[in-house]
C-alpha cells in the first residue's frame, strides 16, 4: 500500500511564505512526476506544479515566479516553497505522484491535502 503524507500547510499573512512537504511510503519501486494541486472552495482542483524525475519543473501561470517545486529523489519527497502569498492562493493543497509500484502497478496517488490561508 502507498501513501502520500503532506504537512507544512497554515494561515499566513499576505506577502507571507509557507513550505509544504509531500512524504511517500509503501512498496513503491519508482516515483515519475510529482506535483501539487490546489482546491479553492467552489472550484475545480487545479495544478499549481509538477516535477518530473530528472527535476524538470511546471508551474500554473499564476504562480510561477513566486512558487519553486524541488524534490528529494532519495526520500521520494516532494516540496513546495511559496513566497510572495495571496488571498487567493487559499485552498486545500493535494500532493501528487505518478509511481510504479514493486508488483509492477503504474498508478497515480493522491495525499489527504493541507489547509493553506492567505488572509490580507
Known amino acids: 500500500q502507498v501513501q502520500l503524507v503532506e504537512s507544512g500547510g497554515g494561515t499566513v499573512q499576505a506577502g507571507g511564505s509557507l513550505r509544504l512537504s509531500c512524504a511517500t511510503s509503501?512498496?513503491?519501486?519508482?516515483?515519475?512526476?510529482m506535483g501539487w494541486y490546489r482546491q479553492a472552495p467552489g472550484k475545480q482542483r487545479e495544478l499549481v506544479a509538477t516535477i518530473s524525475s530528472g527535476g524538470s519543473a511546471n508551474y500554473a501561470g499564476s504562480v510561477k515566479d513566486r512558487f519553486t517545486i524541488s524534490r528529494d529523489n532519495a526520500q521520494n519527497t516532494v516540496y513546495l516553497q511559496m513566497n510572495s502569498l495571496k488571498p487567493e492562493d487559499t485552498a486545500v493543497y493535494y500532493c501528487?505522484?505518478?509511481?510504479?509500484?514493486?508488483?509492477?502497478?503504474?498508478?497515480?496517488?493522491w495525499g489527504q491535502g493541507t489547509q493553506v490561508t492567505v488572509s490580507s
Open positions: 501528487y505522484a505518478n509511481l510504479q509500484t514493486r508488483i509492477g502497478l503504474n498508478q497515480n496517488y
Open positions: 509503501g512498496s513503491i519501486f519508482s516515483v515519475n512526476v
